[in-house]
């Protein structure tokens, strides 16, 4: 999130890091400590259910995912966002994970655009109670022990830190 942050104070955007140090702030809350924001993005590393940990299926899981929420008062403006993160997203190499849609008990979240990743998740509360258009990206399946190497190399943060940032920047209307 840092190389994030400054990606985008390079493109001239001001930026406000919200618990990125670790820092408790409940998470229907990380919104609303920069309330005069245009745009939130929420960052993390995707897991998968424990029972395809269980069995051993962790390589079987890539790749990054973005999730939006209908219950967002901006969600068309947010789902353009992530539609322009994951094309970035794309441009800059990365693939889409696209299990959050099988219909299990735990994901089935409607996949808006297969192509670039884009999920609806309406439960989740730093997308549904901020105040500003909001996504959630999921850089990589961290538990994958493959993806966490590649994830953890200094070369590809920078490159999802530019492809976020990009991606983020070019969605918002100036």
């Known amino acids: 999130s840092a190389e994030v942050a ?3 104070k390079a493109l001239g955007d001001r930026v406000t890091r919200v ?3 670790g820092a408790g702030v409940a998470l229907g809350k990380r919104a609303l400590t920069a309330p005069t924001a245009d745009f939130f993005m929420s960052i993390h590393h995707d897991s998968m259910q424990q029972k395809y940990i269980d069995a051993g299926r962790q390589r079987e899981f890539a790749g990054f995912a973005i999730f939006v929420s ?3 008062p ?3 403006q947010s789902l353009r ?7 970035q997203m794309l441009a800059a190499g990365e693939k889409p994970s696209l299990y959050h849609a099988e219909p299990i008990a735990g994901e089935n979240r409607p996949l808006l655009d297969r192509r670039l990743g884009v999920h609806r998740f309406d439960g989740l509360a730093v997308l549904k109670t901020a105040p500003m258009p909001a996504v959630l990206v999921e850089a ?3 538990v994958n ?6 994830l953890a190399r ?3 943060i920078h490159r999802l830190a530019q492809a976020m940032a990009r991606g983020a920047h070019a969605c918002q209307d100036k």
């Open 140 to 142: 990589g399946v961290i």
């Open 70 to 72: 209908e219950k967002n």
């Open 145 to 150: 022990p493959d993806e966490e190497r590649r």
């Open 6 to 8: 400054d990606e985008l």
């Open 74 to 76: 901006h969600y068309e």
């Open 19 to 21: 618990a990125a140090d």
């Open 154 to 156: 200094p070369d590809i």
């Open 81 to 87: 966002c992530a539609r322009a993160i994951g094309e």
